[in-house]
């Protein structure tokens, strides 16, 4: 029986281990958190003497995401899959304006033609199925050709920015457009939600089943080291050094941290280079349980010159995030490099979202019930105009994670297949 270390215990980690674990691996995992699930961990509130768990950033399921649907169904959970059809919009100007209809875009404060315009792209990019054409094109050339200069400009220039924390030039069309259009057809059409606490359950039934196969899960684990050559992993597990060795070891750290903790000279060159290339945003994300509803708008996106990029009324997706009459909302500041928010404590990124949320929901700072802010250092890889995927493995080491999916939008789904891709490659290398 091979042995394998898995490195990170979110959603690509969890589904290798799965694949691995079901076919007779002995798998180990190791978390640096005290919890598991990575960007899709959870929250236990206390709510008004109930308790909720909410996930700790925004999470919805699109049209298309194949391998979470797949898992519902495999773990029998498919009566918690609900559907619902919501509303998305923008704030501009202070104010809020819709996005989900054609009706809604005439609306919008730009002129009738660059409306007409509007409409039209949203509609022809949202049924466009290979993107490979667009991989060397930058998304201001892309978008400019096909909705105008002015819609760019008012909207999508904005967008960009907030979005990726990248001028548009310097982005792949590919990148941007399969994001817009996975969103675009959802506005369409409907949300996908789990009851009882969105995706993070998927990845907590995952990781239940893998203690049940015998699946070794620890936690809070400090990595020093990573011996590419020898497969020996040395770590601080309760104030304890320990060096163990492998047969197999698959990574689904960043690759910015993995490049500190290997022995990189025995690593291919062309590895090494590539990972070095590859850039991060790091996200704020604020959850605010509030006590009334404010807005009957789940998706806005802020053109402002707001410190929060997103705003999301997650209740109105997830129905059992809040109780009656009340309402739970996501706030969220993406960014590449340095962010004075970032060296912020959490009330004092509380105030600073607050200051500007209560213009768009009056008196909200008044009603507070509770808040959690949380802070990811990796939360998505950026995919620029010259990305290329680095290779699922490199001298007998594995990869997986969400800089792999190149270009497919971050989220639990595409993590989900990354895991699964490089777990069937250690099956085929080594005939399990």
Not at 13 to 22: D, R, S, T, V
Not at 67 to 92: L, S
């Amino acid at each position: 029986m091979k042995t394998i270390c898995i490195i990170g215990a979110g959603s690509a980690g969890l589904a290798a281990a799965l694949k691995l674990k079901e076919i007779g691996f002995d798998v180990t995992i190791l978390e640096k958190e005290n919890y598991i699930g990575g960007l899709a961990s959870r929250y236990k509130i206390l709510w008004d003497r109930k308790t909720y768990y909410i996930n700790k950033t925004y999470h919805h399921i699109l049209e298309g995401d194949f391998y979470t649907i797949k898992m519902i169904n495999d773990f029998g959970i498919k009566n918690k899959f609900k559907k619902t059809k919501v509303k998305t919009g923008f704030v501009y100007k202070n104010k809020i304006w819709g996005l989900s209809s054609p009706l809604d875009m005439i609306k919008f404060p730009i002129p009738f033609l660059d409306k007409i315009r509007l409409v039209f792209f949203i509609i022809t990019s949202s049924i466009k199925r290979d993107w490979t054409d667009t991989e060397k094109v930058n998304a201001r050339d892309w978008i400019v050709k096909r909705a105008g200069k002015n819609n760019y400009n008012i909207i999508f220039e904005k967008l960009i920015r907030n979005k990726f924390n990248k001028l548009p030039e310097q982005i792949s069309a590919a990148w941007f457009g399969t994001r817009f259009v996975r969103e675009s057809q959802s506005f369409m059409k409907k949300f996908g939600w789990l009851e009882g606490g969105g995706e993070g359950l998927i990845l907590d039934l995952i990781a239940k089943k893998l203690r049940k196969l015998n699946c070794k899960i620890k936690t809070n684990i400090q990595i020093k080291k990573i011996d590419v050559k020898n497969k020996i992993i040395t770590f601080i597990s309760d104030n304890n050094k320990i060096e163990e060795k492998f047969d197999i070891i698959l990574s689904t750290l960043p690759p910015e941290v993995y490049i500190k903790l290997a022995t990189m000279k025995d690593h291919s060159v062309k590895l090494e280079e590539g990972f070095k290339k590859i850039e991060y945003l790091s996200v704020i994300c604020g959850c605010i349980g509030l006590k009334k509803k404010y807005s009957n708008f789940y998706w806005l996106n802020v053109l402002d010159n707001y410190p929060f990029k997103v705003i999301f009324t997650n209740s109105i997706l997830y129905k059992d995030s809040a109780p009656k009459n009340k309402s739970n909302i996501y706030l969220a500041t993406y960014f590449s490099g340095e962010n004075e928010l970032w060296n912020k404590n959490e009330n004092e990124i509380f105030e600073v979202y607050m200051k500007y949320l209560k213009i768009i929901f009056k008196n909200c700072e008044k009603n507070v019930d509770w808040y959690k802010i949380v802070k990811f250092k990796y939360a998505e890889a950026i995919f620029d105009l010259h990305f290329k995927n680095p290779p699922l493995s490199d001298s007998g080491i594995y990869f997986a994670g969400i800089f792999r999916i190149f270009p497919k939008i971050r989220n639990v789904s595409s993590a989900l297949e990354s895991g699964f891709e490089s777990a069937d490659a250690i099956i085929s290398d080594f005939n399990e």
